[in-house]
Each structure stands twice: as C-alpha cells, then as structure tokens.
C-alpha cells in the first residue's frame, strides 16, 4: 500500500530546530480508499518496543456520528462489547474513551454503552524490541496481533466506514 510507512523526518533546512520530526518508524495499513479509511492495522517500532495495533485514533464528525449509532445500536453494540470482552481477556487495553459522559442524545445503558464515551476505538499492544525486530520473526509477531484484532477492525469498517 502506497503511503503506509509514515513520515519521520521533516524538511529542517530553514528550522532551528532540526531535530526529527518523530524518533520512530509507523506503518499504518487500512482498507479500501485511504482518504476514507476509518481503521487500519499498524505497528510502531521503537528502540525500546515494537507497537502493534488496530483500530482508529480519531474520527470526524460524521464518522463520530456512525459510530455513536452503532454503538448505540442494540445488535452491533453487543457485537462489539463481545469483540471488547474478548480482546480484554486476551490481555489486549482499548483505548480511545475521552468523555466522561455520553454525548447529548445518547443513553449510557446497552451493551456497547461504555463506547459512547469514546471519540477514537483502538488496540495498542508494545512486545519488547528484542532480536527479533531484525528478523523475519517480526513480521510474524505483527500478524499474530493483528490477526487477533481483526474483528475489532472489522467492526469499525463495517460499521463506520463509508463505502
């Protein structure tokens, strides 16, 4: 996928500050348009750790909306509170919550109504930057992740992206 490394540096020719622009590398893969995609998988490699995830770090306000609504939703609300329930028992946090209350318009209650209080739906997990970030051992680190979070992903694009 073109674009799926992100950016690290960035031009400092006419700066005073030319440190870089971040001190890691991200990899972000999404599915379908990217200008659209809502969730992706994506892994962030550090000297300390290796971060793998999915999920999506901000949604637009018409994208908030779509997700308010599924949540809001008894069917796909217990579908995700399932996917949530079993991420979490895998040992995987959910991030992302950034209200204390649900929005206006929106009750607290039904089965994925602990989402409401979220503006971004995403898993982050570190592994240690050990020998095998060198080898193709890594690659099969993030699949297993990855494949560990794709119904989380699968939920967001679903239910929130737009075709």
């Known amino acids: 996928m073109l674009g799926s490394i992100l950016r ?6 006419f700066s005073r500050d030319p440190s870089p622009y971040k001190d890691h590398l991200d990899l ?10 809502v969730s992706g998988f ?4 550090t000297p300390e750790a290796l971060g793998v995830g999915a999920g999506c770090h901000g949604l637009d306000p018409e994208r908030l909306t779509r997700f308010r609504q ?12 399932g996917i949530a329930q079993r991420l979490e028992a895998a ?4 991030g992302g ?3 204390k209350r649900p929005p206006a318009g929106f009750a607290s209650g039904g089965p ?3 989402f409401l209080h979220h503006k971004a739906l995403f898993v ?8 095998r970030v060198h080898t193709d051992a890594v690659l099969d680190l993030c699949i297993r992740h990855w494949r560990a979070l794709a119904p989380l992903h699968r939920w967001l694009t679903d239910n929130v992206q737009a075709t």
């Open 112 to 114: 994925g109504g602990r």
């Open 28 to 37: 972000w893969f999404w599915e379908g348009e990217r200008r659209r995609a």
């Open 124 to 131: 982050h997990y570190n592994e240690p930057a050990d020998e």
């Open 97 to 99: 919550a950034s209200l």
């Open 8 to 13: 690290i540096n960035r031009d400092t020719r």
């Open 42 to 45: 994506f892994a962030r490699l």
């Open 70 to 81: 599924a949540v809001a939703d008894p069917a796909s609300g217990a579908e995700l509170a």
């Open 91 to 94: 040992g995987y946090q959910l």
